[in-house]
């Protein structure tokens, strides 16, 4: 089956990279396909050539809090920083990042921006697997 760029993309952004906690996703070499494995439930394919895939958020690394903080400081006034930092405090950053109606402290402009970012990020994680894969192949 070939890899579409959704599940690609889909992959890495729900990959939480922690093979020996909540499990990777991987690509395997010879099945030219992407599967999840983790040490309490390894898959067959372990046994074989495989690469873990990279990860928009791995877990433990605070990587899109970072990000994003980073993000909004450049972007929004002071005031809107604290305001999201209010609410962090509360919710914790993983809600901050959302858009209100889910939960979340975003106003949809702001979510828009935000999300153009992170698919730009999982666009360029995707095109690195994809050269990755091309290496293999040649």
């Known amino acids: 089956m070939t890899i579409t760029d959704r599940m690609l993309t889909g992959a890495i952004a729900n990959n939480p990279a922690n093979y020996d906690g ?3 996703w991987r690509y395997s070499v010879p099945h030219k396909s992407l599967y999840f494995s983790r040490a ?3 898959d067959p394919k372990d046994n074989e050539q495989w690469f873990p895939l990279p990860s928009l958020n791995p877990d433990g690394t605070r990587r899109m809090e970072l990000a994003f903080q980073q993000f909004a400081k450049r972007r929004w006034p002071p005031s809107r920083i604290e305001e999201l930092e209010r609410f962090a405090v509360r919710r914790g950053w993983n809600l901050a990042m959302e858009l209100k109606y889910g ?5 949809d402009k702001e979510a828009e921006e935000w999300q153009y970012v992170v698919n730009r990020e999982l666009q360029r994680l995707a ?3 994809r050269q990755k894969i091309a290496e293999i192949k040649s």
């Open 103 to 107: 939960g979340g402290a975003l106003e």
């Open 22 to 24: 909540d499990g990777e």
């Open 127 to 129: 095109q690195q697997v």
């Open 40 to 42: 309490s439930a390894p």
